[in-house]
């Protein structure tokens, strides 16, 4: 079964305004982690923001906001004021712990290219 | 950020022979170092767990034989590709486990390798 899953191949948003990139998980584990990452066409993989399942409040990183709505098992990505530097793939990843400790696995989505519009 | 470095970035090696990808933390030591493979539009698989001192643990279906990863140092893993085909071109991608806040653990990726065998 899919774990991670983003349900959008491809999104557009013109420059300055925002976007929404979704992304549900599913896990029966009580703890875990939640990822964002960027990869543009250079191949790199650019973390961008991380929101724990024991966190209270969304976490933010700049531009970038995390809507975690746990009981829904969604972990959507805003992406606030859009530079056309945003185009790019972006992937949600899940670390679930596998015996603990630093023995975890990180599990992605598909992902999602955004492109930015002028 | 941790700044994890990948070398090389683009190597192109003849078919049978072997190629070695090195993946360095630059400024934290890492003991768990993860390999992935991404075919072109697709999402990260993960290939292999690297851990500092032991031996790695690959996942299903890949092929330990083929992939040799060694972990010597707290700061450095590699991925050798032994007698590659063309099927093995690919983008292999590393990862290194670092402390994000507190004890949550996130993953900071090199650069990548692209590799084409002819």
């Known amino acids: 079964a899919q774990k991670i899953t983003q349900t959008q191949p491809g999104m557009f948003v013109q420059e300055k305004e925002a976007v929404t990139l979704d992304c549900t998980y599913d896990?029966?584990?009580?703890?875990?982690?939640l990822f964002w990452y960027k990869q543009p066409s250079s191949g790199e993989m650019i973390f961008l923001i991380y929101?724990?399942?024991?966190?209270?409040q969304n976490a933010t990183e700049g531009r970038y906001s995390l809507n975690f709505q746990k009981a829904r098992k969604s972990a959507n990505l805003v992406i606030s004021a859009s530079q056309l530097g945003d185009s790019a793939m972006y992937f949600c990843?899940?670390?679930?712990?596998?015996?603990?400790?630093?023995?975890?696995?990180?599990?992605f989505g598909k992902g999602t290219l955004l492109t930015v519009n002028p | 950020g941790a700044v994890v470095s990948q070398h090389p970035s683009r190597v192109i090696c003849k078919s049978g022979t072997s190629v070695k990808i090195e993946c360095r933390s630059l400024?934290?030591?890492?003991?768990?170092m993860f390999w992935y493979r991404q075919f072109p539009k697709k999402s990260l698989m993960l290939m292999a767990t690297?851990?500092?001192?032991?031996?790695?643990?690959?996942e299903q279906g890949v092929e330990k034989d083929k992939f040799l990863i060694n972990h010597a140092s707290l700061t450095l893993s590699t991925l050798t590709v032994t007698s590659a085909h063309p099927e093995d071109s690919s983008f292999y991608i590393c990862?290194?486990?670092?402390?994000?806040?507190?004890?949550?653990?996130?993953?900071?990726f090199g650069q990548g390798t692209r590799l084409t065998v002819v």
């Open positions: 990862s290194a486990s670092y402390y994000l806040k507190g004890s949550e653990e996130g993953a900071f």
């Open positions: 896990t029966s584990d009580p703890s875990y982690g």
């Open positions: 929101q724990g399942s024991y966190d209270q």
């Open positions: 990843a899940m670390r679930e712990d596998r015996s603990g400790g630093s023995n975890y696995k990180l599990t």
């Open positions: 400024d934290f030591q890492a003991t768990t």
């Open positions: 690297s851990n500092e001192g032991s031996k790695a643990t690959y």
